[in-house]
């Protein structure tokens, strides 16, 4: 039996929590720091700790047999260089393969140098030579931060004056800090979006479940971009034929791309991968973004539907055995609904108390509805909300309409101030003429 520690405090790290302490291998699970959800589940402890060198030297001292990364920030500080120049086992990248998500200019220059299909580019530091850019090119167009901004660095502009706009609030208004320094300027691809994402060994890759992501704050995918506010998995667009292409011309590149690099990957890779229209074997398909973790919200569903040891497949990846190595999944869909608090994605409200349905049986078998906890935090034994994704409602059932009717059902028992939510997640997956 083994101890294990994830870092974070999101939804991802409260569904990686749940799947691990099921796991007949381990003994308890540290979360650091944890989160309302987290702090109410058996066999997990949260722990309050953020600095690297601290939660290394608690893995040491609670002799912790595995860490799990979970956010992107960590990562990008070196986080898994810092535990491994400690002997401590831990699945991640480490910070110089970290740069495929911690830099958007890199990772575009990386999938060019490899032939990894991507909207053509430019990047910027001057807001006078963007502009002229822009014009040059018109809209619509995607304008990037170069560095993490929280899934809101990225603006698909619609029209010249909302390009204009995001160029000012990143480069001349300094909106986003040091992430909007530089801004990566690129085509707008025009298609439907699936989440794809693989455990890395350094050599070898082992996909996990489709997902697909809705990034839009409103329903219609209207309103800002944000983290996500909600997912299912499988993605439908996702067909076996796309299934073996994005292997084939996305991910296989990727990872040996970095091997070629001098950069040996390993830990989560995710790629938002735009699929254009037409016949799977020949429709237009580009890379609008490279993940160094899971996504959130698209864990929580993958998750629930993850029938094997995550254990076994963390400890395959990490002595460089995933090749050969198989995952068995439910096959019926789960959908995830985000409950969002009030201002999100502008500026979040937090200290909300939330009521209703939000605790889970974690003695149960798998369970047809779990409320993944993100944005939450126990104040004196009151739930509050304490940051932007408040929660994510995740069912399973035997279809997405099934699915989805168990998820809204349970958001309509959960109440705090300012909620805000889609009721139209996987619409894509529902509408009866795809595109």
Known sequence: MHKVLIIGSGGREHALAWTLSRSPKVSHVFVAPGNGGTAAMARVTNVALTELEDLAEFAARELIYLTVVGPEAPLAAGIVDV???????VFGPTKACAQLESSKDYAKAFMQRHGIPTAAYQTFTDASLAH?????????IVIKADGLAAGKGVVVATSLEQAHQAVDSMLGDASLGAAGA???IEQCLVGEEASFIVMADGLNSLPLAS???HK?????DQGPNTGGMGAYSPAPVVSPVMHERIMREVIEPAIAGMRADGLPYTGFLYAGVMIGPGEDATRPIGVLEFNCRMGDPETQPILMRLQSDLLQALDAALDGQLDGHELQWDARTALGVVMASAGYPASARSGDAISGSVNNDDTAGAADVVVFHAGTALDNGVLRTAGGRVLCVTAMGESVEAARTLAYERVAQITFDGAQYRRDIAW???APVRS
Do not use: H, K, N, T
């Open 132 to 140: 002229a850019y822009i014009d040059a090119q018109g809209a619509p």
């Open 83 to 89: 535990f491994e120049s400690r002997g401590l086992r």
């Open 216 to 220: 839009r704050l409103s329903d219609g």
């Open 211 to 213: 997902s697909q992501d």
């Open 182 to 184: 530089r801004v990566v």
């Open 428 to 430: 894509r997956a529902m």
